[in-house]
């Protein structure tokens, strides 16, 4: 089921039907928010696609106007089709059928080369992403922003929730490796979990050695070359920058270090896709400020993956 947004992301056309799907950049929303039996929190996950999106205003405040970020306008720095697709939603029924549907569908905008931005949802949601990777025809590489490690097999026996996204992606053979940024919460590892995405060949980089020694450090150990997609847990991010979490760790990314990380991965190589998830709109304080970055990073990514923010 396509649901379509009462605003589009950036005011850009919302685009519902498959067949018409033709863009250069597209946005999909994944309000996909899936509580674990016996979880306390009120996970609203699911209202955070339109709720950044009604938020453009305040992150881009129209297409002609001077962004210092990107030195320039955002309109200039923007390919010509550049659509939202509205919100893919799960109905609660069969699992296995939406994701098989979903990921077809991200699959197949990545076969025509389409930048794909995705808002969640929980951390569920990056698992069609990862599955439409598929789609890219070459190995990507995955950078991770959050404060957990999300390597769950399952978490009260569901395997797609929000643990679990990245031992979900080390299963797919167009997965060629991940680095893991920002880590220091606890929860959705146990050593079971750290030991086997060891294994596997993550990359860990703990908050604690990113603040001591430097976003260019970090920078340093991603691949020489892409394609890569990038998830951001909100709360991988500072919670005083991105409040509106569920399970805030303070001591995250800064906003200038989300910013060169993200234009250091596109001067690298394609950023083929960017997911923002764990967004919850009940705990956004009154100014916003977690959509706000949100649409910040996006702003980045779409700028940097066109030569914008020059001086990388
Ligand atoms: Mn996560």
Redesign the pocket.
């Known amino acids: 089921m396509i649901v379509p947004p009462p605003r589009g992301f950036l005011d850009w056309p919302v685009v519902t039907d498959p067949a018409a799907w033709h863009a250069d950049v597209a946005m999909v929303g994944i309000p996909l928010s899936e509580p674990y039996a016996g979880n306390p929190h009120p996970n609203d996950q699911a209202r955070a696609p339109d709720w950044v999106r009604s938020q453009s205003s305040q992150f881009c405040d129209g297409p002609d106007q001077w962004d210092f970020d990107l030195g320039g306008s955002l309109g200039e720095a923007l390919p010509a089709r550049c659509l939202d697709l509205g919100n893919l939603v799960w109905d609660g029924g069969d699992y296995p059928a939406f994701l098989r549907e979903t990921a077809g569908r991200l699959a197949g905008l990545w076969r025509q080369g389409t930048q794909v931005l995705a808002l969640g949802g929980d951390?569920g949601v990056s698992i069609p992403l990862l599955h439409g990777l598929e789609g890219v025809g070459e190995p990507v590489h995955i950078v991770h922003v959050?404060a957990?490690l999300?390597w769950r097999d399952e978490a009260g026996g569901v395997r797609h929730g929000?643990s679990s996204?990245l031992r979900r992606a080390s299963e797919l053979p167009w997965i060629r490796g991940m680095t893991q940024i920002g880590l220091r919460g606890t929860g959705?590892a146990r050593r079971e979990e750290y030991e086997a995405s060891l294994d596997w060949g993550a990359r860990h980089v703990s908050a604690r050695a990113l603040h001591d020694r430097g976003i260019e450090w970090v920078i340093d150990q991603l691949p020489e070359t892409g394609p890569f997609y990038l998830t951001v847990?909100a709360?991988g991010i500072d919670p005083m920058l991105m409040p509106a979490v569920l399970a805030p760790v303070p001591g995250g990314l800064t906003a200038p270090q989300m910013f060169r990380l993200i234009r250091a991965i596109c001067k690298r190589g394609r950023l083929v896709g960017m997911d923002i998830?764990?967004i919850a709109p009940g705990m956004e304080p009154a100014n916003a400020l977690t959509a706000i970055m949100a649409g910040r990073m996006f702003i980045h990514a779409l700028g940097a993956s066109r030569g914008a923010a020059a001086g990388a």
Do not use: I
């Open positions: 951390h959050d957990h999300d929000y996204p959705s847990d709360d998830v764990e």
